[in-house]
């Protein structure tokens, strides 16, 4: 009866020990974020008007964040066009722009991944900006031939023998 009255306090023992750790590491990432931000005066922590979003620390005076140089914007590599910082400011929260310029789509695979990100991954309702994105999107990305190869078909198999 003792040995396991013992065992079930070395267990409830752990199991406080895993908790008290995993406690003391977050107040150190918390301690650690604070003492960042109180040696650099110039980052300002602010909470994007999109709903969803999260809070990011952005340097305040930080400049060139939007610029374009030779029709492309610098920081995300989109095409300087009608609807580019719409496209920057909605999709390049929760991805990357190149995630974004690989997948070519026509106007209906946009919408329906607009649609499938909506119901599966919390992307906010875009309003008036979605028809503007994917314009965006389809004028200066459109679906491309080249690339992958397309699905085989009609094709005469064979077995192989050994």
Not at 77 to 95: D, I, K, L, R, Y
């Amino acid at each position: 009866m003792k040995k396991q009255n013992h065992d079930k306090l070395k267990k409830d023992f752990r199991s406080f020990y895993k908790v008290l750790m995993i406690a003391c590491a977050s107040i150190g990432v918390f301690v650690v974020a604070l003492m960042y931000l109180i040696k650099n005066p110039d980052v300002s922590i602010f909470k994007s008007s999109e709903p969803n979003s999260e809070i990011v620390a952005v340097p305040v005076e930080e400049e060139g964040l939007d610029k374009v140089e030779n029709g492309i914007h610098v920081r995300t590599g989109f095409v300087e066009a009608p609807g580019m910082m719409e496209t920057v400011q909605n999709c390049t929260n929760c991805h990357s722009a190149k995630l974004v310029i690989q997948n070519r789509m026509n106007k209906e695979r946009w919408k329906s991944t607009i649609k499938w990100m909506q119901e599966t991954q919390n992307l906010w309702d875009l309003g008036k900006n979605e028809d503007i994105i994917i314009d965006y999107l389809v004028t200066n990305y459109p679906p491309q031939k080249k690339g992958r190869r397309e699905v085989l078909s009609n094709i005469d198999w064979y077995e192989l023998k050994d």
